[in-house]
């Protein structure tokens, strides 16, 4: 694809066209597992003939230098998306200036419709048919790419019956049942069934 588009690698095997470098800066906060990933896709990218430039913010300059001004060539950035969210901020064009979510800045306006559908009063058959359109318009231009999803293990006792969600978004949520948590059954004599 990177050949039929012009672009061929140089003496230094990064890709090039018309005198010019493919070159990017990922820019991120001082996190640790936020660096991890961003030195990953900087060696990952320049092994494949990509130069990229990994710069690292504290939280306060992150957010005051990179993301209110929307001051970036590429952001690795986390999300922690909790159940049922309300995903209008994070796509309308509306909010694509800050104060906004919407840090990639995109804009579609068959995308504004169905999240504007999502707000509504829907059945569930028809918010679930907007959700399914806005996500494939969102797919269809690629905006932003997730990553990844962190996996939340934890392991309990044989003895311990416990009821915990397979889905998790923060680790505290394994505790949100734990009223129903017992180690031991009682069970009910066949006479009285």
């Known amino acids: 694809m990177m050949e039929d588009d012009g672009w061929e690698k140089d003496q ?31 060696e990952l990218l320049e092994d494949n003939g990509v130069r990229v430039t990994l710069e690292v913010y504290s939280p306060d300059d992150f957010l005051q230098q990179v993301i209110r001004p929307r001051n970036f060539e590429v952001l690795l950035f986390g999300q922690q998306i909790n159940h049922g969210l309300d995903l209008y901020g994070f796509w ?21 419709i169905y999240l504007e559908r999502l707000r509504e009063g829907n059945t569930p058959e028809e918010y679930q048919e907007s959700l399914t ?19 939340i293990p934890y392991t309990l006792p044989e003895d311990l019956y416990a009821n915990v969600p397979n889905l998790l978004v923060s680790p505290s949520e394994r505790f949100n049942a734990l009223y ?11 006479i009285f069934r």
Do not use: C, M
């Not at 820019?27 to 597992?33: C, F, K, Q, S």
């Open 12 to 42: 230094s095997e990064f890709w090039s066209r018309k005198g010019s470098e493919l070159a990017f800066t990922i820019a991120t906060a001082d996190n640790p597992l936020l660096i991890q990933v961003g030195q990953y896709l900087t």
């Open 92 to 112: 309308h064009s509306s909010q694509r200036n800050d104060p906004g979510l919407n840090i990639s800045q995109y804009t579609n306006l068959d995308a504004n």
């Open 133 to 151: 359109q806005l996500l494939e318009a969102i797919e269809e231009e690629i905006p932003a790419i997730p990553l990844f999803a962190r996996k």
């Open 180 to 190: 129903q948590w017992h180690k031991e059954r009682d069970s009910l004599w066949s």
